[in-house]
């Protein structure tokens, strides 16, 4: 029972992560060509703040439920399968991305127009787009591996 709260946190905490990211480059992103600058800077930072408070929740319950699964179901890291290592790697690497966003170029972002620098914030915001460009890529081969990986051996 616990076990399946666990799994059904893991997954939600995923389909929020990479579809947040799914819907922000591929969606919002180019929607934005209509706005001024002005306009498209103050939404990426109304949009961005909601987005990496989301996953600053959902980040640690996946990496949480992920080793309670981990050691709970597989037994350690001898008892799984190449999915899971797979699937443990590039958590960690999105993680750590995450992170150097949140710490970096979204910092950046922030002090950026705090003092009105429009063109800080422009070049934050491409970068914080090439990280989680690279996230999202990170993010669907990491369920791709998953599914893969739980019927085919």
Request: proline share 3%; net charge positive.
């Amino acid at each position: 029972m616990l076990g399946n709260l666990f799994y059904a946190l893991h997954v939600l905490g995923a389909v929020l992560w990479v579809g947040g990211m799914a819907f922000a480059i591929l969606t919002l992103r180019p929607a934005l060509g209509v706005l001024e600058a002005p306009q498209r800077l103050a939404l990426h930072e109304a949009v961005l703040a909601r987005f990496f408070r989301l996953i600053w929740h959902a980040m640690p319950i996946i990496l949480i439920t992920g080793y309670a699964l981990l050691f709970g179901w597989y037994g350690g890291f001898v008892g799984a399968g190449w999915h899971i290592h797979a699937m443990h790697l590039t958590a960690l690497i999105m993680a750590a991305t995450f992170i150097a966003i949140v710490t970096g170029p979204w910092k950046e972002f922030r002090a950026a127009r705090a003092r009105t620098d429009a063109a800080a914030a422009a070049t934050a915001v491409n970068r914080i787009r090439q990280l989680v460009t690279m996230n999202l890529a990170l993010g669907l081969l990491t369920v791709a591996v998953a599914a893969w990986g739980r019927f085919g051996h």
